[in-house]
């Protein structure tokens, strides 16, 4: 599976941003897909996933501020994002997975095989 990420960009603190991944290659409603970000010197962090059989799920710092959906027709992977905060800086990777995991796992980056090359959203205060 290849993955393009994209959609980033500067956005004011409130303001709202949507980020797509764009895949190719395989049938994509075999791999469960994930959004996982990374600030600067801290490691990646899981954001988001969605799971055909197992559903989605969502960090706790985006609760309720983030939305992951997919296009099946269209293979992409979209992440909305509403009522964004400095702290949401970050550059944020799609990734995807075909192995079969069990749901607790997919928050890790271990779960992913697929990784799109990241794009840049910067928050202002």
């Known amino acids: 599976v290849q993955l393009q990420a994209s959609g980033g960009g500067l956005v004011q603190a409130g303001g709202s941003l949507r980020l797509s991944c764009a895949a190719s290659?395989?049938?994509?409603?075999?791999?469960?897909m994930g959004w996982f970000r990374q600030a600067p010197g801290k490691e990646r962090e899981f954001v988001a996933l969605n799971s055909r059989s197992q559903g989605t799920r969502y960090a706790d710092s985006v609760k309720g501020r983030f939305t992951i959906s997919r296009d099946y027709a269209g293979n992409i992977l979209y992440l909305q994002m509403s009522r964004l905060e400095p702290e949401d800086t970050a550059v944020y990777y799609c990734a995807g997975g075909s192995r079969r995991i069990a749901y607790s796992a997919l928050i890790s980056t271990t779960a992913y095989d697929y990784w799109g090359q990241g794009t840049l959203v910067t928050v202002s205060s």
């Open positions: 290659g395989r049938t994509f409603r075999d791999v469960h």
